[in-house]
């Protein structure tokens, strides 16, 4: 029924805002997604003509149901009940005749005139009195009871995501948004739509009126709305002209509009649509409602072919005035013993729900309207009735206050697709069918509907507003609520099954598949059942669990798990072996380093470090500079190369990633060149082995060279690339995959950034030196070489800038398959950009998948990624260390507040392939990681 109050509808003219951001130099940002506000003006929509319709009355029928007894000398039910119907019509001066029988079993007879009041009392009284008739009723005629998507109609369908009055579905969709579910809307059919048409499913028609079906049959398999307009007392003497409602595609928008990016979205986006149409022009009968119900919970009707999509709940936004009848009662308990939840419009005359039908039948869910300040909709019918309330709308202060779902240009026959504004309880009822499909998928099998109703009860909130003091149910639909189901909430015997675990020892005997006991759970691994307890593990293996008999599995449990276990190699020389990161050095606990002067650390034979290595990889700090400088790292005992490792200025504290040579004596040196004293701290990571290396991916160190100084040259330009040749230069191989160098940019005239990748591929989206014009600052880079020998650096600022490549070593070319060798990534990949959505807090965490991601295998060890932080509001420091694994005590990058900086970082992945990063400051701060390759499982 729509509510007796004309109202507005309206074709959306849907509007994308943009918002536009000035870029800052590198790395690049993600503009802020536009915030939605609850109502568009006016003006964006191309308004329907309002179109008033009538206040709810109970109907006069044409149709009688009767119910026969059990009487074994009955030949034939359809005479029987033919016969009394003539005899009983008798009595009011009109002809009957035998129609059909319903799916329940009782039998359908038409009269030769609407009947009503006095002569349908007397028509059924008549019919009760024969002796072989158990009960009549009339044929009720009943009518329609009119995290976040980027669909741009999201901002006004309030009753989605408004905290007074909606149902709070984006805390739903966290679960589920109905994969799996179908909803059956029986009610006036369905027109196509493009934010329906992917979740609608074959439905059927179940008018029995050919002359309401208005589409030359009776009862055929196209549910297409074929229009329920009425001219002027067609439906009954007095009554107005009505256009074309929609109704039941405006239905159907509100349960399962799909998240398309275009128009609006349905509460369970999800969820698929069955159509059943079973109301026309002047309603519809409810004996025909009542086979649609039958139907769409999988049960046989004559004549019908079967339904191949069980519906797992009914949405009814239909009823009349009229106590529950038999039938629908009938037809209901059906549904509800299939295991099919029926929800039902409470109606939309302000009364009592209890003299409503279907809302006033057992076995329902019951639905009430709020309008948007979460109060009862005052049309909306209440009472004890009411099982729950849901947002109907209320459009007499303003129109954007109704619910806006998918509708039709049509006012007779259907045109073009619309959306449009409406209420009633029709509009709330949807709502919850939505959660009553997301609730039946999240939990499976065994998920009853009386289940769902106890669910959605304890999980309501207080109606807000004026309330509803007159009764509507247990409160407000409240979707996040009722879909945070723990264990605890689960039906009995079903049951979360226990996860199976593995165990990769890096391809020995010991890799197992661990199958775990749990109650009610069985594992099968290739058709096998598997006995709990350690099993081989190698390959690929896929585990998956099954409900033993008399149990069920929670549906929204993992139940399978795939592994693939690393088939590795031993590492060789020039592989990397990864430590638990710990400080090698820290002079702040002995002497400052004098300027000009040189400090060794002992590398070999420390934090499970061998005695003999080829070389190191540690982070290296300089603090509390009194002079501008720089420190160059060597192996001991050698000749010191003419490089920088780290560039400072006085007072800072910056660091830089070192691949560096250890010397004979299991050291390395650095040199503090500078007129100041100041304090340096190191941090091993890893190491390489030593030996000869022949490998492919494996890693040769060499005494630092100079492979480019532009001051010796031409400046570098801005948004301009320089290639400098790698391979076949200074004692280099004629190939290599990759190379390790320190790059410094001096003299730079703008801020800006650097951009290392291999020739003849795209510049990727990445940054390896972030500076300021000024500014003298390097940072170590492991990038990729192309194919003809060279690297590329590009200069992205207003302003020139000279460049230094100081290179430390380089990988052997070809495919690396030895535990350890290094693979670099096609060109530096971009993993995480927090500014895309929230920076990372004081002393907090965050993570970011690297393993099965980009194409870095399961089991990797490590990676090398370039770490950025930017816009931080505070001075502090950054740590990379492996996921799940005590955090140690050593920087990554350090900042000053507003700094953008960037350091090379070489890290092991830790739990599930993971890498975690701190944030050690008293503020905000965002963090970039740019990954450039990673090394095999060894």
């Given at each position: 029924?729509?509510?007796?109050?004309?109202?507005?509808?309206?074709?959306?003219?849907?509007?994308?805002?943009?918002?536009?951001?000035?870029?800052?130099?590198?790395?690049?940002?993600?503009?802020?997604?536009?915030?939605?506000?609850?109502?568009?003006?006016?003006?964006?929509?191309?308004?329907?003509?309002?179109?008033?319709?009538?206040?709810?009355?109970?109907?006069?029928?044409?149709?009688?149901?009767?119910?026969?007894?059990?009487?074994?000398?009955?030949?034939?039910?359809?005479?029987?009940?033919?016969?009394?119907?003539?005899?009983?019509?008798?009595?009011?001066?009109?002809?009957?005749?035998?129609?059909?029988?319903?799916?329940?079993?009782?039998?359908?007879?038409?009269?030769?005139?609407?009947?009503?009041?006095?002569?349908?009392?007397?028509?059924?009284?008549?019919?009760?009195?024969?002796?072989?008739?158990?009960?009549?009723?009339?044929?009720?005629?009943?009518?329609?009871?009119?995290?976040?998507?980027?669909?741009?109609?999201?901002?006004?369908?309030?009753?989605?995501?408004?905290?007074?009055?909606?149902?709070?579905?984006?805390?739903?969709?966290?679960?589920?948004?109905?994969?799996?579910?179908?909803?059956?809307?029986?009610?006036?059919?369905?027109?196509?739509?493009?934010?329906?048409?992917?979740?609608?499913?074959?439905?059927?028609?179940?008018?029995?009126?050919?002359?309401?079906?208005?589409?030359?049959?009776?009862?055929?398999?196209?549910?297409?709305?074929?229009?329920?307009?009425?001219?002027?007392?067609?439906?009954?003497?007095?009554?107005?002209?009505?256009?074309?409602?929609?109704?039941?595609?405006?239905?159907?928008?509100?349960?399962?509009?799909?998240?398309?990016?275009?128009?609006?979205?349905?509460?369970?986006p999800a969820a698929k649509i069955l159509p059943i149409r079973a109301i026309g022009p002047c309603g519809g009968y409810i004996s025909d409602v009542a086979d649609s119900i039958i139907w769409a919970a999988g049960g046989t009707v004559a004549g019908v072919p079967a339904n191949p999509n069980r519906a797992n709940v009914v949405n009814l936004s239909l009823g009349g005035i009229s106590a529950c009848s038999v039938t629908e009662q009938n037809a209901i308990n059906f549904a509800h013993d299939a295991g099919t939840a029926v929800v039902v419009a409470a109606g939309n005359s302000a009364r009592p729900a209890a003299e409503m039908s279907p809302a006033n039948c057992q076995n329902v869910i019951t639905v009430a309207a709020a309008g948007p300040d979460g109060s009862r909709a005052p049309y909306s019918n209440y009472g004890a009735a009411v099982d729950i309330t849901a947002p109907g709308g209320d459009m007499t202060?303003?129109?954007?206050?109704?619910?806006?779902?998918?509708?039709?240009?049509?006012?007779?026959?259907?045109?073009?697709?619309?959306?449009?504004?409406?209420?009633?309880?029709?509009?709330?009822?949807?709502?919850?069918?939505?959660?009553?499909?997301?609730?039946?998928?999240?939990?499976?099998?065994?998920?009853?509907?009386?289940?769902?109703?106890?669910?959605?009860?304890?999980?309501?909130?207080?109606?807000?507003?004026?309330?509803?003091?007159?009764?509507?149910?247990?409160?407000?639909?409240?979707?996040?609520?009722?879909?945070?189901?723990?264990?605890?909430?689960?039906?009995?015997?079903?049951?979360?099954?226990?996860?199976?675990?593995?165990?990769?020892?890096?391809?020995?005997?010991?890799?197992?598949?661990?199958?775990?006991?749990?109650?009610?759970?069985?594992?099968?691994?290739?058709?096998?059942?598997?006995?709990?307890?350690?099993?081989?593990?190698?390959?690929?293996?896929?585990?998956?669990?099954?409900?033993?008999?008399?149990?069920?599995?929670?549906?929204?449990?993992?139940?399978?798990?795939?592994?693939?276990?690393?088939?590795?190699?031993?590492?060789?020389?020039?592989?990397?072996?990864?430590?638990?990161?710990?400080?090698?050095?820290?002079?702040?606990?002995?002497?400052?380093?004098?300027?000009?002067?040189?400090?060794?650390?002992?590398?070999?034979?420390?934090?499970?470090?061998?005695?003999?290595?080829?070389?190191?990889?540690?982070?290296?700090?300089?603090?509390?500079?009194?002079?501008?400088?720089?420190?160059?790292?060597?192996?001991?005992?050698?000749?010191?190369?003419?490089?920088?490792?780290?560039?400072?200025?006085?007072?800072?504290?910056?660091?830089?990633?070192?691949?560096?040579?250890?010397?004979?004596?299991?050291?390395?040196?650095?040199?503090?060149?500078?007129?100041?004293?100041?304090?340096?701290?190191?941090?091993?990571?890893?190491?390489?082995?030593?030996?000869?290396?022949?490998?492919?991916?494996?890693?040769?160190?060499?005494?630092?060279?100079?492979?480019?100084?532009?001051?010796?040259?031409?400046?570098?330009?801005?948004?301009?690339?320089?290639?400098?040749?790698?391979?076949?230069?200074?004692?280099?191989?004629?190939?290599?995959?990759?190379?390790?160098?320190?790059?410094?940019?001096?003299?730079?005239?703008?801020?800006?950034?650097?951009?290392?990748?291999?020739?003849?591929?795209?510049?990727?989206?990445?940054?390896?030196?972030?500076?300021?014009?000024?500014?003298?600052?390097?940072?170590?880079?492991?990038?990729?070489?192309?194919?003809?020998?060279?690297?590329?650096?590009?200069?992205?600022?207003?302003?020139?800038?000279?460049?230094?490549?100081?290179?430390?070593?380089?990988?052997?070319?070809?495919?690396?398959?030895?535990?350890?060798?290094?693979?670099?990534?096609?060109?530096?990949?971009?993993?995480?950009?927090?500014?895309?959505?929230?920076?990372?807090?004081?002393?907090?965490?965050?993570?970011?998948?690297?393993?099965?991601?980009?194409?870095?295998?399961?089991?990797?060890?490590?990676?090398?990624?370039?770490?950025?932080?930017?816009?931080?509001?505070?001075?502090?420091?950054?740590?990379?260390?492996?996921?799940?694994?005590?955090?140690?005590?050593?920087?990554?990058?350090?900042f000053d507040k507003g700094q953008i900086v960037a350091n090379s970082v070489t890290t092991p992945l830790g739990q599930f392939g993971r890498v975690a990063l701190f944030n050690r400051s008293a503020g905000v701060t965002h963090l970039i990681a740019d990954v450039s390759g990673y090394f095999l499982p060894g």
């Open positions: 029924m729509f509510n007796p109050r004309p109202f507005a509808a309206a074709a959306l003219t849907l509007v994308t805002v943009l918002a536009g951001a000035a870029l800052t130099a590198l790395p690049a940002q993600a503009t802020e997604p536009p915030q939605t506000t609850k109502q568009p003006t006016a003006a964006e929509l191309t308004m329907r003509d309002p179109s008033p319709r009538a206040a709810s009355t109970q109907a006069p029928t044409d149709q009688f149901i009767v119910g026969l007894k059990s009487r074994g000398n009955i030949a034939s039910e359809a005479a029987v009940t033919a016969q009394a119907a003539r005899s009983a019509a008798g009595r009011v001066g009109t002809a009957a005749q035998y129609v059909r029988a319903t799916a329940t079993g009782a039998q359908v007879v038409k009269t030769g005139k609407s009947l009503q009041g006095a002569d349908a009392d007397t028509f059924l009284a008549a019919l009760r009195s024969s002796p072989d008739v158990a009960y009549a009723e009339p044929d009720t005629i009943v009518q329609a009871t009119a995290a976040d998507p980027n669909d741009p109609g999201y901002g006004s369908q309030w009753g989605l995501w408004y905290d007074p009055s909606g149902i709070r579905v984006s805390g739903a969709w966290d679960h589920n948004r109905g994969e799996g579910a179908v909803v059956a809307v029986v009610d006036s059919g369905i027109t196509y739509h493009s934010d329906l048409a992917p979740n609608v499913l074959a439905g059927y028609d179940m008018m029995s009126n050919p002359e309401w079906a208005r589409d030359g049959d009776g009862r055929d398999a196209n549910p297409q709305d074929q229009g329920d307009w009425a001219g002027d007392g067609q439906c009954e003497a007095g009554s107005p002209a009505s256009r074309s409602s929609w109704h039941g595609t405006h239905v159907a928008g509100i349960i399962a509009a799909v998240a398309n990016s275009d128009g609006i979205i349905g509460a369970a202060a303003d129109a954007w206050d109704g619910i806006v779902s998918t509708s039709n240009f049509g006012s007779t026959v259907p045109e073009g697709e619309a959306y449009e504004l409406l209420q009633g309880t029709s509009m709330a009822a949807p709502h919850v069918s939505a959660i009553a499909a997301m609730l039946m998928v999240e939990v499976g099998k065994g998920y009853t509907p009386d289940m769902v109703k106890a669910r959605l009860k304890a999980t309501a909130r207080p109606l807000q507003g004026s309330g509803c003091p007159v009764g509507c149910g247990a409160g407000l639909a409240d979707a996040a609520k009722a879909l945070a189901i723990t264990a605890a909430d689960l039906p009995a015997n079903t049951v979360t099954p226990a996860a199976v675990t593995f165990s990769d020892k890096d391809g020995t005997a010991d890799d197992t598949v661990i199958v775990p006991s749990s109650r009610g759970v069985e594992y099968v691994r290739d058709g096998t059942v598997l006995a709990a307890g350690p099993h081989p593990g190698s390959g690929t293996v896929t585990v998956s669990a099954r409900a033993l008999p008399g149990f069920s599995l929670w549906a929204s449990a993992t139940a399978r798990w795939t592994y693939k276990f690393a088939a590795t190699y031993s590492p060789v020389a020039g592989s990397l072996i990864t430590v638990t990161p710990f400080r090698a050095l820290d002079t702040r606990t002995s002497s400052i380093v004098a300027k000009d002067s040189t400090v060794s650390f002992q590398v070999a034979g420390r934090g499970g470090i061998p005695s003999k290595v080829s070389a190191v990889v540690f982070n290296l700090t300089v603090a509390e500079a009194r002079s501008f400088g720089f420190v160059t790292a060597y192996a001991s005992g050698t000749t010191r190369p003419d490089a920088s490792n780290v560039n400072f200025d006085k007072g800072q504290i910056v660091a830089n990633s070192v691949t560096v040579p250890v010397g004979a004596d299991g050291k390395v040196t650095l040199f503090n060149r500078s007129t100041g004293a100041t304090h340096l701290l190191a941090d091993i990571s890893g190491y390489y082995r030593e030996g000869e290396v022949k490998e492919a991916g494996a890693f040769k160190s060499i005494d630092p060279k100079r492979f480019l100084d532009t001051r010796s040259t031409t400046v570098v330009a801005p948004d301009t690339a320089r290639a400098f040749q790698v391979a076949g230069a200074h004692d280099l191989p004629a190939a290599v995959s990759a190379v390790v160098l320190n790059l410094t940019v001096a003299e730079a005239k703008s801020n800006g950034f650097i951009t290392a990748y291999p020739s003849g591929v795209n510049r990727p989206d990445a940054s390896n030196i972030n500076f300021a014009a000024g500014q003298i600052i390097p940072n170590s880079v492991t990038v990729p070489v192309g194919p003809d020998g060279k690297v590329m650096l590009y200069n992205r600022s207003n302003g020139a800038t000279h460049l230094i490549a100081d290179v430390s070593g380089y990988y052997l070319s070809g495919t690396p398959t030895a535990g350890g060798t290094f693979q670099p990534l096609a060109a530096p990949t971009r993993f995480l950009d927090t500014r895309s959505g929230y920076p990372l807090a004081p002393d907090q965490a965050t993570s970011f998948q690297a393993a099965r991601e980009h194409g870095i295998p399961e089991g990797a060890p490590a990676m090398v990624l370039n770490l950025t932080v930017a816009q931080a509001t505070s001075n502090g420091f950054a740590t990379a260390y492996p996921m799940a694994a005590t955090r140690p005590d050593i920087s990554s990058v350090n």
